[in-house]
C-alpha cells in the first residue's frame, strides 16, 4: 500500500542553524501539506502546497520557513534559523486531489534544537 | 479562526464497553476526518464525512457529522485493548486549511 515516507526520522540542531526536512508523499497526489505537533499539544496546520505554489498557509508559517518540490518525488521543509521553540514532530501528508478528502500522513521527522 | 473541542480528553474504561468522544465546534466545516495516532508516529485516517447526519460505520466504530456540520462523534462498541490510542478529530474548512482537536486520549484495559 502507497505510504508517505520522511527524512530524517530524528534530527537535532543547534539553535540558529537551517534544517531541511524531507518528504516523499504518495505518487499521483496533488496536495501536499506540513503540520506540527508539539510534544503534548495539538497537531498544528503550517502550510499546504499545490500546482506548485503555496495555497494556504498558518500564522505560524513564518519568513523563516519555506517549502519546495524541487522534483517530482520530493517535498521539503526549510526552517532557516531555527529556535528552541521550533522543536516539535513535523508531519507531513498529502491528498489525492479534489473531491478526495483522505489526507495520509508521514511517520513524522522529530526535530530537537538545543 | 476555526477551534475544535474534543470531550473527554482522557478516557479510561474495561475491555468490553461501550464509550462515545465528541468533538465541537462553533464553526461549519465542509467536511470531518477521524485519526487515531500512536506516541511516535503519524496520525492514522479512520474516516472522512462530509454530509450533515452522515453516519459511517467501520467495524465496531460508529461515527457521525452533526446536521449542522459543526460536530461529531465517534462510538466504539465492545472496546478492545488494542483501541487504545489518541483520537484526533480535524475539520476541513473551505480552504485547504485541516484544523485538528486537541484529542481525546482512550486507554482500555484487559
Known amino acids: 500500500e502507497p505510504e508517505v515516507t520522511q527524512t530524517p526520522s530524528h534530527q537535532v540542531t543547534q539553535m540558529g542553524q537551517e534544517v531541511i526536512l524531507r518528504c516523499v508523499p504518495i505518487s499521483n497526489h496533488l496536495y501536499f501539506y506540513w503540520y506540527r505537533q508539539i510534544l503534548g499539544q495539538k497537531v498544528e496546520f503550517l502550510v499546504s502546497?499545490?500546482?506548485?505554489?503555496?495555497?494556504?498557509k498558518s500564522e505560524i508559517f513564518d519568513d523563516q520557513f519555506s517549502v519546495e518540490r524541487p522534483d517530482g518525488s520530493n517535498f521539503t521543509l526549510k526552517i532557516r534559523s531555527t529556535k528552541l521553540e521550533d522543536s516539535a514532530m513535523y508531519f507531513c501528508a498529502s491528498r489525492a486531489g479534489k473531491g478526495r478528502l483522505e489526507q495520509y500522513f508521514g511517520p513524522g521527522t522529530r526535530l530537537t534544537v538545543t | 479562526t476555526q477551534l475544535l473541542e474534543q470531550s473527554p480528553q482522557f478516557l479510561s474504561i474495561q475491555e468490553g464497553e461501550n464509550l462515545t468522544v465528541y468533538c465541537n465546534s462553533s464553526?461549519?466545516?465542509?467536511?470531518l476526518q477521524w485519526y487515531r495516532q500512536e506516541p511516535g508516529e503519524g496520525p492514522v485516517l479512520l474516516v472522512t464525512v462530509v454530509t450533515g447526519g452522515e453516519v459511517k460505520k467501520l467495524k465496531r466504530l460508529t461515527f457521525q457529522f452533526g446536521d449542522a456540520r459543526k460536530d461529531s462523534s465517534l462510538h466504539i462498541t465492545a472496546a478492545q485493548p488494542g483501541d487504545t490510542g489518541l483520537y484526533l478529530c480535524a475539520g476541513a474548512g473551505y480552504g485547504q486549511n485541516f484544523v485538528f482537536g486537541p484529542g481525546t486520549r482512550l486507554s482500555v484495559l484487559p
Open positions: 502546497f499545490y500546482n506548485n505554489e503555496i495555497s494556504e
Open positions: 464553526s461549519v466545516f465542509s467536511s
